[in-house]
């Protein structure tokens, strides 16, 4: 009986241990800003604002500035930026009236979110169009490829997927993320705007 008490009080012993050992483990996890949970209310942020929202992040992978001035003009050439202006061509597109209704739609919401801005200063007229994605939706597409095809490409390189691989233990519970609404919207530099 006595040996029954004695091991009794060394497993209560050894599972308070445990349970102090996952409290801090947990209280760890929890001091890793990656995992920490913040409240944002991002209603009265546009989206392209939302992107400064953690500038430090950014920095980390050398892609502050480029996100604090937004997306410069970094052509290729002068003759390429001039081929360029001298291309204006305006295509009207035909559609269904339901296609026609949900861009109507779609262009009403992302100027309200001040990711479409109204100008009279076009240097080039980008087309935009529809294509259907799965679950009966579309999606907007702005059709860039002749500004694309004259300006520099600008890489940087994000890490964060090597921290969170590291951090990962047997057992951990994963989630995927649902990209579709996710910040895909930059800021255009008012030098490069007329030409999106």
């Known amino acids: 009986m006595e040996k029954t008490i004695q091991m ?21 996890y929890k001091q890793i800003p990656l995992l920490s949970i913040e409240y944002i209310n991002w209603e009265n942020i546009s989206v392209p604002e939302r992107l400064t929202y953690r500038i430090q992040e950014w920095n ?3 892609a502050g500035i480029d996100i604090q001035t937004g997306a410069l003009p970094k052509w290729t050439s002068v003759e390429a930026f001039q081929q360029l202006e001298a291309i ?3 295509n009207e597109n035909h559609a269904p ?5 949900e861009y109507a739609r779609q262009l009403e919401k992302k100027i309200k979110e001040r990711i479409v801005l109204e100008t009279d200063q076009i240097k080039v007229i980008n087309p935009t169009f529809l294509v259907p994605i799965p679950g009966n939706k579309w999606r907007q597409i702005l059709d860039c490829r002749q ?4 300006t ?15 951090i990962l233990e047997k057992l ?3 989630t995927t993320l649902d990209l579709e609404n996710a910040f895909h919207h930059i800021k255009v530099s ?3 705007l007329p030409y999106f």
């Open 97 to 101: 009236l339901p296609q026609i209704l």
């Open 147 to 150: 500004v694309n095809a004259n």
């Open 60 to 62: 980390k992978i050398n």
């Open 88 to 90: 204006q061509k305006y």
């Open 8 to 28: 009794m009080m060394l497993t209560v012993s050894l599972s308070e241990d445990l349970l102090q050992q996952e409290e801090q483990l947990e209280e760890a």
């Open 152 to 166: 520099n490409l600008i890489k940087f390189k994000i890490e964060g997927l090597e921290f969170i691989k590291q």
């Open 190 to 192: 008012s030098d490069l």
């Open 172 to 174: 951990d519970f994963a």
